[in-house]
């Protein structure tokens, strides 16, 4: 294998001509990062590493000049005769003179505004020149950390693999990738991974891919998470000032501008920095631009800094971006995270058009063997060399994996790990093969994270037993058996139950379920109310909102993806339904209160339960579309993208059958349609549509009503209020019929608040929502709400306000809900 490689590696040096290698540096012996090296009137070329360091394979051997283009410093261009395979090739660059016309005197003129404005009538005309290519990338990705804690909620993090010294700093993340790529705009993409690379893990698959890479300027927004206006957008004058604090010529004798970017206001979804414009064609030079954290409502990022370069050739007179690169500065309580993203495009062919067929759901394949590359390859292909850090992290890490996963270490780490002490029966065991793949759990008696309270039980809490058998040759398979034992001290009751799950594969993801047992469940089986704030209302507030029966089942499940974006799911069950009442009083205040009873329908009837006991049997099929579902191919699995451009579709029919009493059989069919889109710079709009229809329904169990999500606790825990009624009792407007449910709720991201005076200081987001209901025999219950969003502390961000109205028949009532998003973590 090695020789193969050795001759491939020949081959490709030969193809090449030569190499040229060596340090860029300042006029004083500085190295200079990110300088662009390429061969003139080619998209052949590289850029140099933190350390100035740079390799540049030549594929005209000697024909053009090599330019070294560095924002900043004079461009240089060098002539070589290509006479050697190898050729190192020092240079040393003089910083740039910049000129700056006499009209700037003029106060009451800004050329900058003119230059600006060039660029933007200018804009649709230079991106329609590139925006359909073939090319080759190479990207590079690495993550550092400082400062990392010995433990985080506890937990040992332990050195990462190998990742972290002493005092916790240390490179978490280093990858590259070779690519072929077929791009045409705005978001058509066709990669083939050849070549990916990951430090630590000689199996591993780099997820740096061209996908996530695409910042385009000459659009008006750049997609950060939120969209970045563009300093040339149409409307950037309403957003930036700019300055113009130089011009230059490039290699070609081209004028360059060099243009201050400045924020109009602190808070907006601006860039800062510089861009530089090309005279007369009025195309992008380079961007030098730093994005602040808190303008892409991403807190715990300091400052991402994006650096882009584009090279000119005269054969057909495009200026095409050669080299990119992405700094990230991020941390939180006292951790601090740098990463660095470098990318190289070249080897360009612009095409008029595209077969229709070139491009399909399918955006990125890796190749099988694409991790499989050695040394000889890496180092004859790289266009970037490593730094002295990368080099050690490679060959560092490399030794830690081959020995963290022999037989002998992972055997000697399970031994330690494995030991039995009497603890253990108190705090939980486990016990792991590492070699299997294979792990067995047990909760432990006081397994306080389960802790919860209800008027049923009373205090009630869970423990069990699991085991995980995951598939060793990476291909999917995945086996699960887990039993679980819930106690409940008032009621003295033991419920147990079981779960066993195996799934196929990780590209269809066809995945087989088989559970049973008894448990307390809601009667809303979307169980609407947490066991968390449930407690907290009963035991604090005496409001026990949670209604409870008693199930005792057997369910088998199958689901699997029957095609691109389509997945299949069909369930049939055996359901035996008992009743349940109080059995407890218990709180810590309101004392003299009486909880209301257990039955949903009737709070203060505490002898009829709301149903009588029964059986019956359940077969449901379910459907999920993905309406133009992307996907990206890997050897050890698929991976599919949801395409936003459409909506989501659900459907679902479900038949009761076999009951204890022919009058709890029905068919129940229901749809929803799901669909979120970002508008622009103006926030981000997502809408859930529900519609259902029962039949032969007339004298169901209220178990198998269509209940909706109420709250009446105050309290939110969703990031998006896209499935709740936040006003609604949990149980007033259930039905066995028909039904039409709707939320709407955009979030403006910023883009009102951060005009207002004083609120644009909170850095927060404004929701407007719209949530309406109807069923029949009843007015249509009505809420609308307005918010603030990303509330919180420093860089904690986790609350929510919203104000909200309800109408039925007229106005019902107003009150606050106040969002606490840590919440979803905690249940």
């Not at 030569?18 to 004083?28: F, H, L, N, P, R």
């Not at 927004?221 to 149409?234: E, Q, R, T």
């Not at 300055?243 to 501008?257: A, Y």
């Not at 830690?400 to 603890?423: A, C, P």
Request: aromatic share 14%; glycine share 6%.
């Amino acid at each position: 294998m090695k020789i193969f490689f050795f001759i491939t590696a020949t081959l490709v040096a030969t193809a090449s001509f030569g190499q040229i290698k060596g340090t860029v540096a300042d006029e004083k012996g500085n190295p200079l990062p990110f300088v662009t090296i390429f061969e003139e009137d080619t998209y052949n070329g590289t850029t140099s590493n933190e350390q100035g360091k740079y390799e540049l394979n030549l594929k005209t051997a000697g024909k053009n000049p090599i330019v070294f283009q560095y924002l900043g410093f004079k461009t240089q261009k060098v002539a070589l005769q290509a006479t050697k395979q190898s050729y190192t090739l020092d240079i040393k660059m003089t910083e740039e003179s910049f000129s700056l016309n006499e009209v700037v005197i003029n106060t009451k003129i800004n050329p900058a505004i003119a230059i600006i404005k060039n660029a933007i009538t200018s804009k649709k005309e230079n991106a329609e020149k590139t925006a359909r290519f073939k090319a080759d990338f190479y990207s590079r990705g690495i993550f550092k950390l400082k400062n990392a804690p010995k433990k985080i909620f506890g937990q040992k993090i332990g050195d990462m693999n190998g990742s972290l010294d002493s005092t916790g700093t240390g490179i978490i993340s280093l990858s590259e990738t070779f690519s072929k790529i077929i791009f045409e705009k705005p978001n058509n993409l066709k990669e083939v991974v050849t070549a990916s690379k990951v430090s630590g893990n000689n199996n591993g698959y780099s997820y740096n891919t061209a996908r996530s890479s695409f910042y385009d300027f000459y659009d008006n927004n750049v997609n950060f998470g939120i969209n970045m206006v563009s300093p040339i957008a149409d409307n950037a004058f309403d957003y930036y000032k700019f300055n113009l604090e130089g011009t230059f010529n490039d290699e070609n004798n081209q004028m360059i501008n060099k243009i201050k970017v400045i924020a109009k206001r602190d808070k907006e979804p601006v860039f800062e920095g510089y861009i530089y414009i090309v005279e007369d064609s009025w195309a992008i030079y380079a961007i030098d631009l730093d994005i602040k954290g808190y303008r892409m409502k991403e807190d715990f990022v300091d400052v991402m800094t994006l650096k882009q370069n584009f090279n000119y050739n005269k054969n057909n007179r495009l200026w095409a971006k050669n080299t990119q690169s992405l700094d990230i500065t991020a941390g939180a309580f006292g951790i601090k995270f740098f990463g660095k993203y470098t990318y190289v495009y070249s080897n360009y062919e612009f095409i008029n058009s595209f077969d229709k067929k070139t491009f399909t759901n399918e955006i990125t394949t890796v190749e099988i063997n694409s991790n499989k590359k050695d040394s000889l390859f890496w180092n004859a292909n790289r266009p970037i060399p490593l730094t002295l850090e990368e080099k050690s992290d490679y060959i560092r890490k490399d030794s830690i994996y081959k020995v963290r996963n022999s037989e002998k270490y992972l055997d000697s780490i399970d031994q330690k790990g494995n030991k039995f002490k009497i603890l253990k029966i108190i705090n939980g065991y486990t016990y792991r093969n590492s070699i299997k793949k294979q792990s067995f759990k047990y909760d432990g008696l006081l397994n306080l994270g389960s802790l919860s309270f209800n008027t049923v039980q009373g205090y009630n809490l869970d423990s069990g037993f699991s085991f995980t058998d995951s598939d060793a040759d990476k291909k999917g398979k995945y086996t699960s058996i887990k039993t679980k034992f819930n106690y409940g001290f008032s009621e003295d009751r033991l419920r147990v139950t079981g779960l066993f799950t195996h799934r196929f594969n990780n590209q269809d993801y066809a995945t087989l379920t088989a559970s049973g047992g008894s448990m307390v469940k809601q009667f809303n089986e979307s169980q609407p109310i947490s066991k968390t704030i449930n407690s907290i209302s009963s035991l604090f507030f005496k409001d026990n909102y949670m209604k409870l029966y008693n199930l005792e089942f057997a369910q088998l499940n199958y689901g699997q993806d029957i095609a691109n974006g389509i997945n299949l799911n069909g369930k049939i069950e055996f359901q035996q339904r008992k009743l349940l009442f109080n059995t407890t009083d218990f709180s810590y205040f309101n004392k003299e209160d009486l909880y209301t009873s257990n039955n949903p329908l009737a709070p203060n009837d505490f002898v009829n339960p709301g149903f009588e006991e029964h059986h019956l049997m359940k077969a449901s099929l379910n459907a999920k579309i993905n309406f133009g579902n992307k996907y990206s191919s890997h050897p050890d699995g698929k991976f599919n993208i949801r395409n936003n451009k459409y909506p989501t579709l659900f459907l679902a029919y479900e038949k009761s059958f076999a009951g204890s009493d022919k009058k709890y059989e029905f068919d129940h069919v229901s749809s929803r349609l799901y669909y979120e889109s970002t508008i622009g710079n103006k926030g981000n709009f997502a809408l859930n549509l529900k519609a259902g229809k029962f039949f032969n329904a007339e004298n169901i169990s209220f178990i198998d009503y269509k209940h909706f999500n109420g709250n009446q606790t105050h309290i939110g825990q969703a990031n998006r209020y896209l499935n709740v009624f936040n006003l609604l009792p949990y149980y007033s407007n259930s039905t066995n019929d028909s039904y039409f449910e709707a939320h709407m709720e955009h979030n403006d991201q910023g883009y009102i608040m951060n005009k207002i005076p004083l609120l644009n200081k909170l850095k927060s987001t404004m929701v407007l929502g719209v949530h309406t209901l109807a069923v029949p025999n009843s007015k249509p219950y009505s809420e609308f709400s307005i918010g603030l969003d990303n509330l919180g502390f420093g860089k904690l961000k986790i609350f929510r306000f919203d104000y909200v109205r309800s109408y039925q028949n007229g106005y019902q009532g107003d009150g606050v809900i106040f969002g606490l998003k840590i919440l979803n973590v905690l249940e």
